[in-house]
DNA sequence: AATAGTCTGTTCGCTAACCCACATCGCACA
DNA sequence: TGTGCGATGTGGGTTAGCGAACAGACTATT
C-alpha cells in the first residue's frame, strides 16, 4: 500500500460522492505512519488532520506527572484532527501512532473550507465525532467500572477490528500506557487469556486465537461502542 | 427567573448576535427543571436541545449492571443535546437534572436548520462540542488515576462554577452516583473536607467555605478543563 | 558464540476502594 | 412531641491494582 490506489479503505473517504472525492484528492498526501509517531502533542495547533487507511492512531491523555490513558482510538473507519472543524485548533491530547501504516493527510484549511462550504464532508465529519465522543464516554466508564482483563479484551477488540487481522505488533508495555495501567498488570491479565487459548503472546506479537471468547470475557464496552460506531456509519452511507 | 428576562445568562444564547437571537427566540420555550428530572434516557430520540439558565445537567451513563458514571457536566455556559447536529439523534447516555432551575428549551429541528442554514450558532455550538469533549476525556483520566478525594474537589469546583454560588443542595449518595463511587466511599472524603475546614456539610446541602484551598486539594483536571472552556469561549466571542 | 538489551513472568507488601452491616443523627410530618 | 425515614458516620473483612525488585527468556548485534 505505498501508492494511491487504497484511498477507499479509509471508510470516510469512501463514503464520499465522486465529485467530493474529485475536489479533495488532489489535496491529499498519502503519508506512511511509523510506530510511535507522535502526530500531535498536547495543545498544538493541529496543521493536517489524517485519514488512516490502515493504521491505528490512539488519542492519548498525558497527565501532568506522567501517567497517561488512552482516551480514542481511531483507524480506517475515521479520522484524527476533528478539533480543526469544532474551531478549536488544539486539543489537549496526544495523538500517537499504535499501529504502523498509511494514512492520507489534508491541510487543515483544506478540511476547513470543505466543511464550511459543503455539507457532505460536513455531515460524515459530524457523525465521525458523534461516534468519537460515544467511545471516549465509554472509555471513561470502563476506566471507573470494569477490570483490567476486561479492559484488555475491550482494547484487543478494538484494534482487531481496526487492522482487520488476527495478528497485533505491541508489548505489553505499551499496551499498559494505552490502559493507563501497570505493565505487570497487562501481564497477568495475557497470561490469564493464554492459559485460556484466547490469545497466544510472544515478545512483542499477539495472536487472536479465539475471537468469540474474547468478546464473551470483554465488559459490555466494546459492543456498545461498536454498534453505535456502526448505527452512525450507516446513516452515513444515505446523503 | 421565572420569565423570559433571563435569556442572557445563558452563554451561548448571549453570545448570538441580535439578528440571530430574534430568529430564535420565538421558537425557545422557558421551561423549569425538577432535581432527578430524566432529560433524556440513554438511546431515545431526541426531540427537544436544552439552554440551561441556572440549572446543571448531569450526562450518565448507566451500566448494564446499573452502575453509573457522570461523563461530563452541563450548565449556564453550554447546551444539551448536541447529538442532534452530530446526526446522532441520540446518545448512548441518560441526562438527568442535577441542580433545579431553568432552561430554554427549543425543537430539535430548528436547531437543525439553525445550524445547517447559518454559521453563527454553527460555531457556537461545535466550539461548545470541543469543550464537551476536552470534559469527557478529562473525566476518563480522571477515573483512571485521580482518587475519590480529587475527584470529589473536582466535582464541586465543576458543580460551583456553574451555579455562581458556594452552596449545593445534593446528597451524599447523588454525589457518589455521580462520580461513580460507594456512598461511603464519599462520607469518608466528605469527612476529610470538612475537618479542614473546606466545606461544610449538612443533610443534602454542602457549603464551600475555602475555595482556594479546595482547587489546591484538586487534580489537575479541574483546571485543564476550565482553562479549555475559557479558551475556546473567548474565541466565541468574535464572528 | 558471546553479549547486551528488551520483553515477559513472578513475587511481596501496601493501599485505596470495595461490599456489607449497623449505628446514629436530624428533619419532616403526623 | 413523638416517630419514622432518609441522610450520614463507622467498622471489619476482602480484593484489585499499585510499586518495586528481580529472574528468566528471547533477539539482535557484533
Given at each position: ?175 499498559a500506557?494505552?490502559l493507563?495501567v501497570r505493565?505487570?498488570g ?54
Amino acid at each position: 500500500m505505498s501508492d494511491t490506489s487504497d484511498i477507499m479503505h479509509n471508510h470516510l473517504l469512501a463514503a464520499l460522492s465522486e465529485t467530493a472525492r474529485q475536489r479533495i484528492l488532489p489535496k491529499l498526501k498519502h503519508v506512511e505512519m511509523s510506530l510511535g509517531d507522535v502526530i500531535y502533542e498536547s495543545g498544538q495547533t493541529i496543521e493536517y488532520v489524517y485519514f488512516p487507511v490502515d493504521c491505528i492512531i490512539s488519542l492519548l491523555y498525558v497527565t501532568v506527572n506522567g501517567s497517561s490513558a488512552e482516551i480514542s482510538v481511531v483507524g480506517k473507519e475515521g479520522m484524527v484532527g476533528v478539533a480543526v472543524v469544532m474551531g478549536g485548533e488544539s486539543t489537549p491530547n496526544r495523538l500517537v501512532v499504535q499501529s504502523r501504516g498509511y494514512a492520507y493527510r489534508l491541510p487543515a484549511a483544506e478540511l476547513k473550507h470543505e466543511f464550511n462550504n459543503h455539507s457532505e464532508i460536513r455531515v460524515l465529519t459530524l457523525r465521525f465525532t458523534q461516534a468519537l465522543i460515544t467511545q471516549m464516554s465509554q472509555t471513561a466508564v470502563c476506566n471507573r467500572h470494569h477490570s483490567i482483563d476486561q479492559q484488555l479484551c475491550r482494547w484487543l477488540l478494538l484494534s482487531m477490528d481496526r487492522l482487520e487481522c488476527n495478528q497485533l505488533n505491541m508489548t505489553q508495555e505499551l499496551i499498559a500506557n494505552m490502559l493507563g495501567v501497570r505493565r505487570e498488570g497487562v501481564t497477568e491479565a495475557a497470561g490469564k487469556l493464554q492459559k485460556l487459548g484466547v490469545i497466544e503472546y510472544r515478545r512483542g506479537r499477539i495472536i487472536v486465537l479465539d475471537r468469540p471468547q474474547l468478546e464473551a470475557l470483554c465488559c459490555e464496552c466494546y459492543d456498545v461502542v461498536k454498534r453505535e460506531t456502526n448505527r452512525l456509519q450507516v446513516q452515513g452511507i444515505h446523503f
